[in-house]
């Protein structure tokens, strides 16, 4: 007999429709799955005969064949094992069934329960577009694919009870649609209740309100880390849409547990400087999303850049000029969002100690001139905001009280140029001044005379390239916002080309650092 039930598989970012064909037919007992699956489906022989035993039902001893149509594509994971076990029944004819079968996905354990499965979001949401009404999933992902409105989710926590659900017996429970309200990760007291650093307050406060990345630059324990993470408390809470793609990106990694079946809460990624390139930027033998994916409308901190490895700071350069990262193999091509607001941090020489106007460096000039070079000026071109972060001195570290008022204040400018950015590109899909494209400058960056002459200025003698006009240019727009003013001036360009100043031109730095520590 023949049997066959749709399910689904994710496919990169997306997923791609199973159908999952069952002939049992008289003959020597073999069980044979075909359709170029993975030694995870592979593998499921064994838990679909000790689940199907478990739940009562007997596994035909003849020949069992699996088809997992399409046959030219490659399928991955151990979501085939629910379907299998319902088809296998169906075909054997231990299980009539009564209703329309809805797609449905899960791993089987030996004693018959079924077992969450990474990218239930996104198969939920391939399922929705393709018409289904219904699904059924693991009770471990039911919360997480009920965010999708509009389709049934059933929640499955055993073979039995699924088998009586296909026959009419029973119903499966179904899982309420739910949108889980988002949390703000830090308040403004983190950044507050450290001492000193206004100038570099004003940096992330920048930064935070048009998304432009940031490198930290200063001696050892000057607190460029607790700055970086403290910048997440000037950040807004995710919104709806959002919240979903962030979720859907963790889903697909399989980084969401019953305990945490969504992500509420912007997020902050650190990876080691051991970390390999495919973690950082996604891929391996199946592709899953590296790290500036999994930062996606969060923060991905660098710390200490010129330790990671060079081909893994050059991989940068593409996702963030585009926030989106291709990842190409034989068989496809996967493409995953890539849209964090990106923060470095790095010492000045590998002592940390150069420039520095108390303590003497230690390291010789090539020493120096090979740190340096870890960090190419396509990286540094891409970069916003470059900030010395000076050593606190011993009257500002043991001051009483925190810098609550100002802080607070700088969190509410955030917020407000934030909704007036919404405002501004409500009819389009930008989502932040520093992701303006550069056709869209002249329509969204009105800039007077007096400004224009300043870049001029600004260009001749900096040397800047194209790009960083661009982005001196977004920035400004940013620090206009921040000043709740429609038009940029001179001053917001000034501000901009401050943060703009050139790292590591030996002398210049040097002096630069010693006047204006």
């Known amino acids: 007999m023949f049997a066959s039930i749709s399910s689904a598989c994710v496919l990169g970012f997306d997923s791609m429709l199973v159908d999952v064909q069952v002939d049992v037919s008289a003959g020597f007992p073999t069980y044979t799955i075909v359709g170029l699956p993975d030694a995870a489906i592979q593998e499921a022989k064994e838990r679909v005969r000790s689940a199907m035993k478990q739940a009562g039902l007997t596994f035909p001893d003849t020949r069992i064949t699996v088809h997992l149509a399409p046959g030219d594509r490659r399928k991955e994971g151990a979501g085939f094992d629910l379907p299998m076990a319902i088809a296998i029944a169906m075909a054997s004819r231990a299980l009539k069934s009564t209703t329309v079968l809805p797609l449905c996905i899960g791993e089987l354990a030996l004693d018959g329960s079924v077992l969450p499965v990474s990218g239930t979001l996104s198969i939920v949401m391939f399922a929705k577009q393709l018409g289904y009404d219904a699904i059924i999933v693991p009770r471990g ?21 699924v088998i009586s659900h296909c026959a009419g017996d029973t119903s499966l429970p179904i899982e309420p649609h739910l949108i889980p309200q988002a949390d703000q990760v830090m308040s403004v007291d983190d950044l507050a209740a450290i001492k000193g650093h206004q100038v570099i307050k004003r940096a992330l406060a920048v930064a935070a309100a048009g998304r432009h990345n940031t490198l930290l630059y200063g001696p050892p324990g000057s607190g460029k880390t607790i700055l970086a993470k403290a910048l997440r408390g000037l950040l807004p809470p995710l919104d709806v849409d959002e919240m979903l793609e962030v979720t859907r990106l963790y889903s697909v990694a399989g980084l969401l547990t019953t305990q945490e079946p969504y992500i509420t809460k912007r997020p902050f990624r650190q990876p080691h400087h051991t970390s390999s390139v495919a973690s950082i930027v996604g891929g391996g033998r199946i592709p899953r999303p590296g790290e500036l994916s999994l930062a ?99 009257d500002t570290l043991t001051q009483t009280g925190t810098d609550q008022r100002v802080v607070t204040e700088l969190c509410d400018r955030v ?34 005379k007096l400004s224009l ?9 900096m040397q800047l390239s194209p790009r960083s006009y661009h982005r001196i240019v977004r920035l400004a727009r940013t620090i206009a916002d921040l000043s709740d003013s429609e038009h940029i001036t001179d001053v917001h360009v000034s501000e901009a080309l401050q943060y703009r100043r050139p790292m590591f031109q030996t002398e210049l730095v040097t002096q630069s650092l010693r006047t204006h520590p």
Request: aromatic share 8%; with cysteine.
């Open 453 to 461: 002459r300043l870049l001029r200025q600004a260009m001749q003698v």
């Open 296 to 394: 996606h409308h969060g923060v991905l901190f660098f710390d200490e850049m010129p330790e990671f490895p060079r081909t893994v700071l050059e991989a940068l350069r593409q996702p963030l000029e585009e926030q989106q990262i291709t990842v190409a193999r034989v068989e496809q091509a996967v493409t995953y969002p890539a849209a964090p607001l990106f923060i470095g941090s790095l010492n000045p020489c590998p002592c940390g100690y150069y420039g520095d106007p108390d303590r003497d460096c230690r390291c010789t000039p090539l020493q120096i001139q090979k740190y340096h070079k870890k960090l190419s000026g396509p990286l540094l071109d891409r970069m916003d905001i470059m900030c010395y972060v000076p050593r606190l001195q011993f």
């Open 141 to 161: 992902n039911a919360k997480e694919a009920a965010l999708v409105p509009g389709i049934k989710v059933y929640s499955a926590t055993n073979l039995q009870a």
């Open 415 to 448: 917020q407000a140029a934030l909704r007036r950015q919404q405002l501004r590109f409500r009819h389009t899909t930008i989502k932040a001044n520093a992701l303006i494209p550069h056709k869209a400058i002249d329509q969204y960056c009105l800039i007077d």
